[in-house]
């Protein structure tokens, strides 16, 4: 139902539910909103999501509903294409090395000040806008997000460790995360710029899922949800596949079915659920009102990846 929503134009209104299937739908609702009462979940927001106004709005809904259903949303967010606008407006050219984004001192002010600037306070104003009472802060904040440069990384084709300087980008070395569950155990919503701090005092770069995994490890969250441009984890004939465990997950990495940019995503996924998260979910973002489908509904939008095999986890 959702994706079919998702499929069709602005144009194409459907008539509203009525007041009984509305009622209906609240009830059917009870018991995933109790299973998250008082809980953390961390949701990382990014990709179209956050290019597209409607989706956008929405996105905040979801966010001011959870809080007022007694969940604790933290929101991690990216900002990738935002940061890239902003680097050519300036004519500062940037190139990736293994997918990460080669950050000298003049591209990492400009990635501070688009991340912990102009993206995070509009993701905060979005929120307000809905009636919530958002709080934006990046990792430097009280020592957030303590990291270390990335010095080196896996070789795609042998998969052996090699050096390389690709600048001002770094890994969660410590989480601190005080100044989040301050906030979060009030009635304010944090929303956090992926940038992190060095033992030496310099801004890093911190790739958004890799920091929101870090966080949501390190707290023990209910959930973490990923918000991705595709529908999840597909099969090798290009279906959707809505839930996988850990030695599942494995294997599809294995037999070649997960490929490319999916791997280290999974592979986070994994990495975060043996940390002690119950479930992480690879979320499609062009859905709208994807998080509460998610968490408020039997289906979902997406792949959990969890350590049991039951969705109802």
Same mark, same amino acid.
């Given at each position: ?5 998702? +499929? ?45 106004? +409607?989706?956008? +709005? ?6 001011? @509903? ?23 407006? @300036? ?17 990492? $002010? ?7 600037? @102009? ?35 896996? #070789?795609? $084709? ?22 989040? /569950?301050?906030?979060?155990?009030? #009635? ?20 958004? #899922? ?10 023990? +969250? ?6 991705? #441009? ?5 099969? *090798?004939?290009? *279906?959707?596949?809505?839930? @996988?465990?850990?030695? $599942? ?28 998260? /119950? ?18 509904? /039997? ?11 039951? *969705?109802?986890?």
């Amino acid at each position: 139902m959702a994706k079919e929503q998702a +499929a069709g134009t602005a144009g194409e209104r459907s008539p509203p539910p009525s007041a009984h299937t509305q009622a209906r739908i609240l009830a059917e609702a009870l018991p995933h909103m109790q299973r998250y009462d008082r809980q953390t979940v961390v949701i990382k927001y990014g990709g179209h999501a956050m290019g597209d106004p +409607a989706l956008a +709005a929405a996105f905040a809904q979801d966010v001011v @509903l959870l809080k007022q259903a007694g969940v604790n949303p933290i929101i991690v967010h990216g900002g990738g294409p935002q940061i890239a606008g902003m680097l050519k407006r @300036l004519q500062l050219k940037s190139e990736f090395v293994h997918g990460l984004r080669v950050t000298d001192k003049p591209t990492v $002010e400009v990635v501070e000040m688009v991340l912990a600037g @102009l993206i995070n306070k509009d993701i905060v104003t979005a929120i307000n806008r809905q009636g919530g009472k958002a709080v934006g802060i990046s990792g430097k904040d009280a020592n957030l997000m303590m990291a270390r440069k990335i010095t080196e990384m896996p #070789d795609p $084709e042998s998969n052996l460790m090699q050096a390389v300087d690709i600048g001002y980008v770094g890994d969660p070395a410590q989480v601190n995360p005080h100044i989040v /569950e301050v906030i979060a155990g009030s #009635d304010l919503i944090p929303v956090i710029a992926p940038v992190g701090i060095s033992n030496e005092g310099e801004t890093l770069n911190i790739n958004a #899922d890799t920091f929101a995994s870090a966080l949501a490890a390190r707290m023990k +969250a209910k959930r973490l949800l990923l918000l991705t #441009d595709v529908a999840g984890v597909l099969d *090798k004939d290009g *279906k959707l596949l809505p839930q @996988l465990t850990i030695e $599942e997950a494995r294997r599809l990495i294995r037999d070649g079915v997960i490929t490319g940019g999916m791997i280290p995503k999974i592979e986070g996924c994994i990495e975060v659920v043996e940390a002690g998260v /119950e479930a992480v979910v690879v979320i499609d973002g062009r859905v709208p009102h994807c998080v509460l489908l998610e968490l408020f509904t /039997e289906h979902g939008v997406g792949t959990l990846v969890t350590r049991k095999a039951k *969705k109802s986890a």
